[in-house]
């Protein structure tokens, strides 16, 4: 019984041997897995702190091409602004350019012959209408229409010279500021 009894026990204490044995190796086995799994970590780690890297220098570059296209967009604005404001002043100038042009086809075309023959074609036919009228509303009375071919003579002081030279109320507006002036300088007549 002695032996059955150190048998059992040598047993006992090799299955107990195998046991942590087998235990042992399926901790080495975990241990094993834990640092292939935490080598992969620092892998994936490594390669996400590139990714990282990459994707900064990347921001970084993509940043800088935003503030140029945001300065390049700033200056293409002011030069749109500019280009406007100098379009606006060359159609002020222009306008200038045409009104003065206009208007010194006028004065040069009241000095014209054809402009004294228009207006007196006009002034014609006005008293050809009015005379007309005053047939027409006053059949009783007599017109005297000698004074067309012979007018009367000039009230005093007034010569032919001033008469010639008289613009009326077509006259340019410097020509009415200096009679202007001039009416002011002279003072009141009575």
Known sequence: MDMWLCMKRAINAAEKAKKA???????????GKAIQDHANLAKDLQAAERQVRVYESKFADVSSALESAQLSAK???EAKEAVEVALEESERAKAAEIEAAVQEAIRKYRHSTDFSTLLDKEVGSEMVDLIYRFKRYNPGTKLNLNFIADPPPLPEGVTEEMIEEYEGED????TEVAGAEGADAEGPSS
């Not at 044995?21 to 241990?31: H, K």
């Not at 006259?171 to 410097?174: D, L, N, Q, V, Y």
């Open 171 to 174: 006259a340019p507006e410097e």
């Open 21 to 31: 044995y087998d235990d042992g190796r399926a901790r080495v086995a975990e241990a």
């Open 75 to 77: 200056e293409a604005l």
